[in-house]
């Protein structure tokens, strides 16, 4: 099941994603349905999994719940996310791009190849936006880029609830200026982009292998198109979230990205306008422009 958040008269509702509709679950409980959070306190609570809450959902109200098309919806973020954190050089490719374009030499091989990850803070929720929203990029970099990237969603306790798309936009110049500016090239106005839905993992399992694509447009024109597939991923999703949570307490409803695949050419950089669309099998496509800060 794919979960999604839109707008409807000025409030934030919660729905399910059923091919060109939506159906609106927010009155399914009295004292509503507000986030995928509210669904995996249900479920637990009967013991069962959210994917199979929903069907109950669904069945139990035929008539009583609202189906709208999704084409005429104000998609929102999926969560509001309280963190949002970081995988890198989870790919071979990103590994071998990153030691060649940034000139910094050792270090992306040794993390690819060591057994801890690298596991970096990304973004609070006010970085962070959703469909058709205004992704930045910062005005002291001349090289920026979008990492697309699946990503996991945490419920209570640490365990995956679900799936969403994410934009790591980075600053590939700062980081490559120093590692130790990381933080700068990766963490700043509307740096992360999340959605358009959260698919359950009764859907996809804990280990899901989807197809990511990757398209920027510029003034209509195709500029770039990337494709990966997370069978690609060098490390598991368990080990990545096993090493988020080590010693970390990380709060329910964050979002873990997974590393990117997909790498434009060295000589490319997005601009103000350009429209990147990231779209990953069983999620849906994340759609943003970008805004020069
Ligand atoms: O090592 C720097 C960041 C890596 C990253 O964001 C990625 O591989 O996706
Ligand atoms: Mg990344």
Redesign the pocket.
Known sequence: MKIVRFILRDEVRLGVWVNEEVIDITEAKDDKYQSILDLSIDAKRKNRSIGDLLKEIITENPQGLKRLPFKNLKIIKPIDPPEVW???V?YKR?EEEREKETGVKGIYSMVYKAKRPEIFF?ATNHRCVGPDEEIGIRGDSNWSVP?P?LAFVLGFDGEIIGFTA?N?V?SRDIEAANPLYLSQA?IFEACCAIGPSIVTVDEVGLEPKLNIECRIFRNGNMIFEGKTSTEQMKRSISEIREYLLKYNPVPPGSVC????GIIPPEDFSLIEGDIVEIEIEKIGILKNKVKLL
């Open positions: 970081g995988a890198g989870t990103a990304k990492e990237e994410g790591d980075s990766k990205l997974t590393g990117t």
